[in-house]
């Protein structure tokens, strides 16, 4: 199935050369979660990021769907 993986800030290094700006399109086996698209490409799901499916919270055990849009930027902090 087909989704579109999105990073954002630091997390941007681990997208693929292909990549068109901070968006990358694959295809992943049915079944996938956010984690395991995330450890494919190195990114960190340690609670150091935050996870987004079509807009929404995600957590990283959630299932992908056909068409999602993983978003994943890296916490910060303010003050």
Same mark, same amino acid.
Not at 19 to 32: E, M, R, S, W
Not at 49 to 67: H, Y
């Given at each position: 199935m087909r989704?579109t993986?999105?990073?954002?800030a !630091?997390?941007?290094?681990?997208?693929p050369?292909?990549?068109?700006? &901070?968006?990358? %399109?694959?295809?992943v086996?049915?079944?996938?979660c /956010?984690?395991? /698209? @995330?450890h %494919?490409?190195? /990114?960190? !799901?340690d +609670?150091?990021? $935050?996870? @987004? $499916? &079509? +807009?929404? !919270?995600?957590?990283?055990? %959630?299932?992908l769907?056909?068409?999602?849009?993983?978003?994943?930027?890296?916490?910060?902090a +303010? +003050?």
């Amino acid at each position: 199935m087909r989704i579109t993986l999105k990073l954002f800030a !630091t997390f941007r290094r681990h997208l693929p050369p292909e990549a068109k700006g &901070n968006a990358y %399109q694959l295809d992943v086996p049915a079944g996938a979660c /956010v984690a395991d /698209v @995330l450890h %494919q490409f190195g /990114v960190p !799901t340690d +609670g150091a990021a $935050v996870l @987004l $499916v &079509n +807009g929404r !919270t995600a957590a990283p055990e %959630q299932i992908l769907e056909e068409g999602d849009a993983l978003a994943a930027f890296p916490a910060m902090a +303010g +003050g």
